[in-house]
């Protein structure tokens, strides 16, 4: 069995930096594309950037030049730091792998962590 679990969200002033974390965890031999996605009260999950176990990243245009995505792949880690906070970046921010290849337990297909709490207020 795998699980995500993401961390670093909190409540930031505009303007203000945030950097998230989201560890996979279980018996992983490797894991495919990792991602951030968020959801604002209201709204639809929407794609936030993604990176390829190689290092190829994609942004929604709406963050594109203010937050950046990186991974460690030894850490089974993703991160994304977050600068020049908006107010409209308020949202749950969750993590998504779309495959997981354990060394035991098979392959797992669209995992999410929990997701983690992004407040951009004054």
């Known amino acids: 069995q795998v699980q995500l679990v993401e961390s670093g969200g909190g409540l930031v002033q505009p303007g203000g930096s945030l950097r998230l974390s989201c560890a996979a965890s279980?018996?992983?031999?490797?894991?495919?594309?990792m991602g951030w996605y968020r959801q604002a009260p209201g709204k639809q999950r929407e794609l936030v950037a993604t990176i390829t176990s190689g290092g190829s990243t994609n942004y929604a245009d709406s963050v594109k030049d203010r937050f950046t995505i990186f991974r460690d792949n030894t850490k089974n880690t993703v991160y994304l730091k977050m600068n020049s906070l908006k107010p409209e970046d308020t949202a749950v921010y969750y993590c998504?792998?779309?495959?997981?290849?354990?060394?035991?337990?098979?392959?797992?297909?669209?995992?999410w962590g929990q997701g983690t709490q992004v407040t951009v207020s004054s």
């Open positions: 998504n792998a779309d495959r997981i290849t354990t060394y035991s337990s098979g392959t797992y297909y669209g995992s």
């Open positions: 279980g018996s992983i031999f490797s894991i495919n594309t």
